[in-house]
Structures are given as C-alpha cells and as structure tokens.
C-alpha cells in the first residue's frame, strides 16, 4: 500500500487546516494510522493516531484539544483536523500505517508504510 499526504499549507497562527492521507494499492482496513511531524533539525515525532479497530484516538500532549484524526473507512481515508494552529506546529507532516498495538501506537515502530509529507507552515 502506497500512502499520499494532502492538504498543507501557509497559515496564520490560531487558523486551521485539514490533512488527509489517502492509501492506494491497499487499504488501511485492518491497521492503525498515525500521523507524525517533522520540524527542520529535529527529529520526527508523534502527533495522533487512530487505531483499525473500536477507534480509539491518541494524541501528543502539544495538541490534544486542537488537533483530532479521524478515518473514513468507505473512502478508506484517514483526515486529521488542525486547530488553533501555532508557529511551533510548523513542520513536514507524514501519515504511516502498520499493526501498531497500544503500546506502539506512539511510536515510530508501530508502523512500516510512510508517507511522503506534506510541509505545514505556521506564521506569527
């Protein structure tokens, strides 16, 4: 399965924007999707996730209560909402999916297929 990041941008701190990843040549039935973020110089960190099964969310502390992921199992689409947007959040922002279990779900090794990334950028 291949995974294509969308919908990044230049917005202004405290706007929005909504990211979708989409899977082509497979589907994301059956697998945890997580969304992760890469800023220059650092290294890439988790934002949110979204298990196959039951739904249950994750998020990183620096988000919870302005991000939230969500899945379209029929357009087999996994979209994550960005509030409240801040100049922090700037970064290249990559959908992944695997077998990744509650322990994994935060972590780089709970998932084998990456998006390309979609550079997000925050301005003051």
């Known amino acids: 399965v291949q995974l294509q990041a969308s919908g990044g941008g230049l917005v202004q701190a405290g706007g929005s924007l909504r990211l979708s990843c989409a899977a082509s040549?497979?589907?994301?039935?059956?697998?945890?999707v997580g969304w992760f973020r890469q800023a220059p110089g650092k290294g890439r960190e988790f934002v949110a996730a979204?298990?196959?099964?039951?739904?249950?969310?994750y998020y990183a502390d620096s988000v919870k209560g302005r991000f939230a992921v969500s899945r379209d199992n029929g357009k087999d689409t996994v979209s994550l909402q960005m509030n409240s947007l801040r100049p922090e959040d700037t970064a290249v922002y990559y959908c992944?999916?695997?077998?990744?279990?509650?322990?994994?779900?935060?972590?780089?090794?709970?998932?084998?297929?990456w998006g390309q990334g979609t550079q997000v950028t925050v301005s003051s």
């Open positions: 992944a999916t695997g077998r990744a279990i509650t322990s994994t779900i935060t972590t780089l090794g709970g998932y084998t297929r």
């Open positions: 040549g497979g589907t994301f039935s059956g697998y945890s």
């Open positions: 979204i298990k196959s099964h039951g739904g249950s969310t």
